[in-house]
């Protein structure tokens, strides 16, 4: 399509993401403990854990919504450590969260749009007057918007309120307001939350043909079934730690991954045992 960019811009030789002994604490918790890991270009990242592991914390300090209490996040080289989130996406992340963000009240297109926001050439004045460059700028975001809402698959209504689409449609949307801001590197929350067996197949596909267009993805996912299949390299969290670092057939059989899923118990079994499946 004409004016709409397919691949998020020229690849970069070293890492995307630096995360270096990253450390959040919350008065006496440490939800973070020196978490570690890199993710280059078209990568494929998943970060799981228990529940409470501090894997959304993590995300919340990468994407300026936390301030770490210690180390450093570089992106492209870049120390945007306790930075801005506006700033930080600036540099082109994105991310989507566990709960859906929608604006409910805003048509489906206008929420993909809304994405845009930082990229459209415009201004106050463009938008008082309707300027050439302001329609110019509209008809590119709603041919960018329709670029996206088609490439993760949506099939409802884009004219009517995102809040009338169905629990499935609406994740995509947001996957698809996360693109518009033409990332490099793209942070997903749970995206196979909530989705039926069929729609987890779609997304499985989706992860990959975006990793194809070079833009790095770092998931947290419950979904190990999905994780397995999908993952490149899998970090696993554990109140707060980092316990494993690998592929997903060595973090599968890790010792210290198989004690923080199934307990102590099960650790005499780690030969015979694998990281449960959802």
């Not at 630096?18 to 604490?25: S, T, W």
């Not at 570690?36 to 799981?48: E, M, P, R, T, W």
């Not at 936390?66 to 492209?76: A, D, I, M, N, S």
Request: with cysteine.
């Amino acid at each position: 399509m004409a004016g709409v960019a397919d691949a998020p811009g020229t690849l970069s030789a070293g890492p995307l993401l630096d995360v270096q002994d990253l450390h959040l604490d919350f008065g006496g918790i440490k939800a973070v403990d020196g978490l570690s890991f890199s993710a280059h270009d078209g990568d494929i990242l998943s970060v799981i854990g228990p529940n409470g592991a501090g894997k959304t914390s993590a995300f919340n300090c990468i994407t300026g919504f936390y301030k770490p209490t210690g180390g450093k996040v570089l992106v492209e080289g870049n120390d945007i450590t306790g930075a801005r989130p506006s700033a930080i996406a600036a540099r082109g992340v994105s991310r989507t969260f566990q709960n859906l963000r929608l604006f409910g009240e805003l048509t489906v297109l206008d929420n993909v749009r809304a994405g845009m926001h930082m990229r459209m050439k415009q201004n106050a004045f463009d938008a008082l007057l309707h300027t050439p460059r302001f329609r110019r700028s509209e008809r590119q975001a709603t041919e960018e918007a329709n670029h996206w809402l088609d490439f993760v698959g949506l099939r409802g209504d884009r004219g009517g309120p995102a809040r009338n689409l169905p629990y499935g449609e609406q994740r995509r949307v947001e996957i698809a307001r996360a693109l518009a801001l033409g990332p490099r590197l793209l942070l997903l929350d749970e995206p196979a939350a909530g989705l039926n067996h069929g729609e987890k197949l779609e997304l499985l596909d989706l992860l990959r043909r975006i990793s194809a267009l070079g833009t790095a993805l770092v998931l947290i996912e419950h979904d190990m079934g999905l994780v397995m299949q999908v993952s490149r390299r899998i970090v696993v969290l554990n109140f707060g730690k980092q316990i494993a670092d690998g592929t997903p057939e060595e973090v599968r059989r890790n010792p210290a991954v198989l004690e923080a899923y199934l307990g102590k118990d099960e650790e005499s079994h780690a030969d015979e045992t694998e990281v449960p499946h959802d």
